[in-house]
């Protein structure tokens, strides 16, 4: 069973770390973690017109959260605060047995997560922190 929640392509997820690091001139910077099992993400957004323009993640968390603010690096860019809110609460209904966001087709990867509830955060927490981050944008 753990071999499913650790998968190949989760691995690779995190592996890639797409979008890891920081911006050098956010619009804003937000934080969630997890006292719990001590995941924390920082996220950090430029935006441009409303919309996402720039992304970047420091993650110091296990695979699962690694992967998940992976795919938010590879797919983040052009969300509105909206969006980037409608998204974390599509990805919570996923985990809960409901469908992968539309255009989000990596989050499949996540199913089997789904029968560990102790993990949906681990999967939730780039999420939160980038629908925080771009709420909070001033610019």
């Keep these: 069973m753990i071999e499913n929640l650790y ?7 995190a592996a890639d770390a797409c979008g890891a690091g920081r911006l050098d001139a956010p619009c804003a910077t937000a934080m969630r973690d997890s006292p719990v099992c001590g995941d924390r993400v920082r996220i950090d957004v430029r935006l441009a017109d409303g919309r996402i323009a720039a992304l970047a993640h420091d993650v110091k968390g296990c695979l699962l959260c690694r992967a998940a603010a992976s795919v938010i690096g590879r797919h983040a860019s052009g969300l509105s605060a909206a969006d980037a809110e409608a998204l974390r609460e599509r990805v919570a209904a996923m985990l809960a047995g409901g469908d992968p966001p539309e255009g989000w087709g990596d989050l499949a990867v996540f199913e089997p997560v789904r029968a560990h509830r102790s993990r949906h955060g681990c999967v939730l927490i780039p999420f939160e922190a980038l ?6 944008a001033d610019c």
């Design 131 to 136: 629908a925080k981050a771009a709420q909070a």
């Design 7 to 13: 998968n190949q392509r989760i691995k690779e997820l």
